[in-house]
């Protein structure tokens, strides 16, 4: 979870090159990994590899602490990974790329996901004599490539995901190539793109855009992306399933600059805020919209234009993000969410606000937002949130893990809007949703709204 | 100058409070200088004064490099005063607060602003044998307060204020007091604020917001404010003269959700994107406003509604910021604004575009937002600036020093627009912009659009 | 080796505790590493378990860098392990403790020593489908105890002792004992301690002193130890073999004042000495005995009581440890030497010394400390060395890998002389040295002096 | 006073090189201040000078922590002076050196030692209109310079000295000199060197040697060097009085590899130790003799030999200095003084011990190396030495500020020996002392033995 707002966290980032044409990698894994620090802020991590010699560094804490200048000059290599982790854990080996050395020489991995059976491999794997150094996911796959009877790296990481079950989207860099796959069902995003003559793999395209990178395409689910000195090959190892792509990404996850399957996540959100207003019954009593930022500023610029009220900035955002110890004798109200936000006295004062934000999860901030509004003067405060009420844990990826945590899981619509303290409450239907979802993607995962799981819930749930 | 973005940048922030109820005042002084950080990023300070002890912690970062909860717990007091700055010296010296010893006893002060005498103060002070630490004005105004004849603390800083002739806005720190003055042309911003029994000065209302303290009024050009146990009182220290108040701080220094002279600063800038919609020509050439996050944001949304436009986010702002070191080789066009800035194709493409900004200043960045706007598809690039060309140097506090930087003092508003490679050009103009002003402020410094400096330009301006 | 003086270096020191009647250890391990650092001083990491919860911290750097009192309070628990390591890689997998899970719950392994066949066992891992997060011998033994059928650690333990070969003093924690073991021949120390009613594995007793712990007894090569609640017991997994304990940790590698098998090593030192000083043949030339500080104080003061000369500080130390950098114009002759010894003019001018060190590896400082003797005036200087010449590397734990880096496999003795500068130069006979070691040892290795190696040379001597 | 070891600190080291041959100079002044680091741990700094412009760094840590190659680099030019200092606040203000502007220019100053009239002279700058920023003496000598009518630097510094009272070796850097001085008793040390062309001061001759450089002569009490490009010159700015040589700048505060006054401080040493043997009355008592490393090192071998008993390590040093934060509930005893030394039961069990150190000041370690040796089996313990009983405060730059603090001046010889545990205490008498000096030191100050003070106490006293 976000330390200062209500939002569930992606658990990471991943980003990938492979260059002919230049001698350095690591600066531009540095930027990769910089610009999908949203996905993973806990810690952080770039392997280089330079003619079968790999180099590795990582570390607790954002991008920008762990490498500066003199780091990335030392990690040396035409080649890499990067990953950024939301594992809040200080264990150094939970930190990705994971790098290893099987009989096959050198291995670097970096993952997206969670696997929903890792339990059990575990188990197995431990049964049959592996040592585990992490509590990572991607420690297990790496267990099945060694274990692979296949030479062929691509037959062996084959052979290792045909046993995994879950969520993943995975970069792999041997010796003499870079890997990509995404899970059979597409559970995270991964994005291929070119630079020159290079290839890069990465979550998301706005870790393309600021190393000034083409966009080429989604890695397909079930697809394999093999990069090597010939350029890029492609090869299906899974047959292909119904896709579930994780509406999250779409409602909150992503950077609204980035486009997945073709569609600006920004448009999106504006649509779902569009769609929430056409499903808004009380209009009427709204004098301005008011996005709750940044989460909320897509959609309530859409509700704004489709309801024709005035979009106001009726909170604004601080610039720096600061840490929030202070005395315990000066106890000051809401101090977490007023380090992100300041509310506007002279814009809200008097006026009915429509306060739009994406999700509520645990229900921690939105009680502050409001409060704020209200103590400014605001006359109504009515809460709009442009996806469903989060009913169920996700296993798939995000670290929203618990029911009991889910403040819809345990609370009617009316007591979540008491708790708040809103004077109405409206939240995005599932149907709504889904009509937007529909014609822009193939098949979404929904479960958190609904908790039909696509591909069951494992049995190791409540680690990360 | 910020780094990333062509902006003047503030001198400085400053906050100050006396506290009667609590124990220590560290952690909010920490939180004010936090939220004023955007007037100096280079380096931060704070001092305390526990019983006549005092105690001082500076360094050169950001406030929340400098300052942890370990160090703000070791320093011990009920009063103190806090400093941001944006003397970019690796001097520890030329940090502010000031700390010194003179013959009534310890003094701390934090000033914003500059004066134009300072040069001929100094030398007249060497000459009677004055030694200085620092290139502070600080420190020049501290000797003179050292040197008044006078025994108590007010009349000595105003024997020392009447020498001095400049921009300034001052927080001073006693052994039993805590003084806030501004000059009588009140060309820096300073205001008052309560929080339970305790006062609080601080150069901008955000920093009040923060800590939840109450906004009293803003100090008067030419006021005194004395703070002890007993409250607070007021004197008049200078004859009334013409407000001269810094309409920079309007156009892009002050926080928008700030209050100055009470009025709302995003509202303000919002009027005056309004104004450059009615000043604008060629609006039927416009299909979108998009504003240059976040400088441009409260005048492109006052531009759009007015023009009736569609106001859209043309380009996203990155979360995190981060550093551009790249290995040379891997030049990548634009980086440094790429860094804060993605542009959205899908907004863009084909589209005729009003690119809306607060200012420019050498227009360094300009033609690379031009430029990565047009290279996402769009058809035309309008840019509009929502304040007058910038001609002359400020001697009164921001850092724009040299009129050979600054791009509308050596070129015309077609060499300008041909260099920024924008299809057409708009400045607000000085009427539009005065229109405003005179409503809402009782004077104005234009002296950076006019060459009118209302006090002179000094001897000594080409150091900081 | 040493950066500053021509010394092997010892790969590592270990230390381990057991209490039942304290709650954290974590300060008494940081006090056992730091008083073994000699051992090690390039890495560290501290291994903590609390009711089965294990906690690892571990960084590249010295041990007072790496642990602060902040840190230690966070490492949780009432038993543990702590390791310094020589090892200069940055790989952080490579800094032990190793904390790894297996079928048989955590497990965390520090060693001191290598492995002569490491490599096959890698490498019949690898086949069977192992991975490798490091280089250590310790991930190798680690491998071996996981894929042990048997249930209790001790005989999965002995399962993997009985498959290496080589020299290892091994410290073990599981999640409910503590276990330290000794290979066959008793290569490396390791002692048992008591504090109160816990117990303590060192590698040497000096880490005991620091803690106000007693000596029990030497760890017996072929013993295995287990400590648990119930206090320790010992059994033997190896049958008796003839010893091999290193002589150089008597020679240099062991701290002064720890007690190896009963023997007080500076004692045994200053026997070498004595032996040295009846072996040489020009006492007569020798005015004064100078100790190379601090390797050859023990042997000069033994040196100069036999031969019946004074003992003089001909050099003293310099009692900061600096850093060399120097910018490259200013070069400062022997400057590596000079930043640890400067020689004393009023002392050697004009006398014949006795220079008196433990040993030279590769003769890179000798020379320095000659001239440097020499400029200051001495008449004559005369090399003695309390070992015998190195000529064969090790494959036992030091780290003199290879013998065309050895001046002694080199060079004859006359050619060292004449390398060296000095008037003459006695090494100690291998049969004086084994005549203090025959008395007071079962049995030493002298395979760097002989190249008869007692356990073979294995494969894989190049790396590390 | 030193955390582990009951000694005074030194207040300051100081060195100055002013050079025609290089370019950068910081580095050597690094190797300066490292080798002077005995004289001060608590912070350093260095101020350069190149072509008139002046760059200094400074911090509150070892001279190693501070000043890495990148910091060195960036200290640009061909002149400069640093310290050590022992001020143990964390006020950056009071570490040296003091640079300041003034009307004669740029001037960096640093200074060993202590002035009797900073009070007096503080309080009438003050009332004459002067700012302190620190509560260093030497910016009293600053100001007083500023002050000076003459034009010339000598005679300004001339003029601010003759102000003074106290014991100071001083260095001063102007834009084209560096200067060094000697209060006219010349407590403190300072020496001129000579390395190539360029000319070094320092406080010690150690400082001197590690770079290479040739002691030329102690700078005289009462004379000034200037340095420049020309060479250096010399000046008698004082009358000629009786010298004044802090006698514990021999017993325990200057570095034994050192030349005083033509005096290796070494030798000295040893010839204290044989005269304490000559004076002490029960040598038949004695079986070995043993020296507490490294203060009574010297004295000890001295004693040894006069006394004809053997020389033994019964404590032997970690090399490696540790902190001792440990937990409460882990009570060792000792352990500041196990952290750095350890006893040896072989050579201390069953002997009678002569314990030698160089003084005792308040007595806190004593009984915790009387205790240790006894522990390990000691039968007689008998403390030896080298200097007579410390009764008076210091007013001239020893830390040892308070009688009450001092032992010897609140107990007797006897009651002394009980507290530390001896069976038999020995301190060398005055006129021991005296015999040894009168031959090689024309006066010497020996007020902390005797409380005559040479120059008187000053008011100021308990400030440091």
């Known amino acids: ?55 590795i560094y990582k570390g607790s804490s954002l991008v920008d602490n762990i490498f500066d200048e003199e780091r990335l000059k030392s990690l040396k290599g035409n080649r890499g990974i990067g990953h950024d982790s939301t594992d ?57 490539i060694a274990r692979s009877p296949h030479d062929k790296i691509e037959d062996a990481l084959n052979d290792s995901l045909n046993q995994v079950k879950g969520a993943y989207s995975l970069v792999v860099l041997t010796e003499d ?18 630079l020159g003559g290079d290839y890069i793999l990465a979550s998301e395209s706005c870790a393309l855009d600021i190393i000034g990178a083409e966009l080429i395409r989604d890695v ?54 569009r769609q929430l207003a056409r499903e808004c019954d009380n209009l009427d009593s709204i004098d301005i919209v008011v996005p709750v930022l940044d989460s909320g500023l897509s959609a309530a610029q859409g509700f704004a234009e489709e309801a024709d009220k005035p979009f106001r900035f009726g909170m604004l955002k601080n610039r720096y993000v600061g840490r929030t110890f202070i005395d315990p004798v000066e106890k000051i109200r809401n101090l977490k969410v007023r380090m992100k936000l300041n509310p506007m006295q002279e814009i ?31 006359e109504e405060v009515h809460m709009l949130i442009s996806s469903p009420p989060v009913t169920h844990p996700c296993y798939y990826g995000l670290d929203i893990s618990k029911r009991s945590d889910l403040i819809a899981a345990q609370m009617s619509l009316e007591e979540i809007r008491q708790e708040i303290g809103a004077d109405s409450l409206n ?6 949703l889904n009509s937007i979802m529909e014609e822009k993607e193939n098949g979404c995962c929904y479960a958190c709204f609904t908790g039909e799981y696509p591909i069951g819930k494992g049995h190791d749930n409540n680690s990360i």
Do not use: W
């Open 88 to 144: 809040g854990s200080s264990q150094h080996a939970n930190i990705q790329p994971l790098l290893i050395k099987s009989s096959r020489g050198s291995l670097a991995l970096a993952q997206n996901g969670k696997l929903v059976n890792s339990k059990q491999l575990r188990l197995f794997l431990e049964k049959n004599g592996s040592i585990f150094h992490s509590t990572l996911d991607t420690e297990v796959i790496a267990h099945l």
């Open 427 to 432: 939240y995005l239907s599932l149907e709504g």
């Open 348 to 378: 809200v004062r008097g006026k009915k606000i429509a306060l739009v934000d994406d999700s509520i999860v645990r229900g921690t901030t939105s009680r502050q937002l409001v409060d704020m509004v209200r103590a400014e003067g605001a």
């Open 1 to 55: 979870m976000d330390k200062y707002t209500d939002k569930p966290a992606e658990e990471c980032g991943v980003f990938g090159i492979f260059s002919k044409d230049r001698k350095e990698v690591s600066s531009l894994i540095y930027l990769g990994i910089h610009s999908l620090q949203h996905r993973g802020q806990e810690g952080s991590g770039i392997c280089v590899c330079n003619e079968g010699q790999f180099d």
């Open 177 to 194: 190539k870079l890997i990509g796959v995404r899970d059979a069902h597409g559970f995270r995003p991964l994005v291929i793109g070119k």
């Open 220 to 273: 397909n689910p079930g697809e394999m992306i093999i990069i090597n000195e010939e350029g890029f090959t492609s090869k299906r190892y899974k047959p292909e399933v119904k896709s579930e792509f994780c509406v999250f990404e779409y409602i909150y996850l992503a950077r609204p600059d980035s486009i997945i399957h073709g569609n600006n996540v920004h448009l999106i959100r504006m649509e779902m805020g």
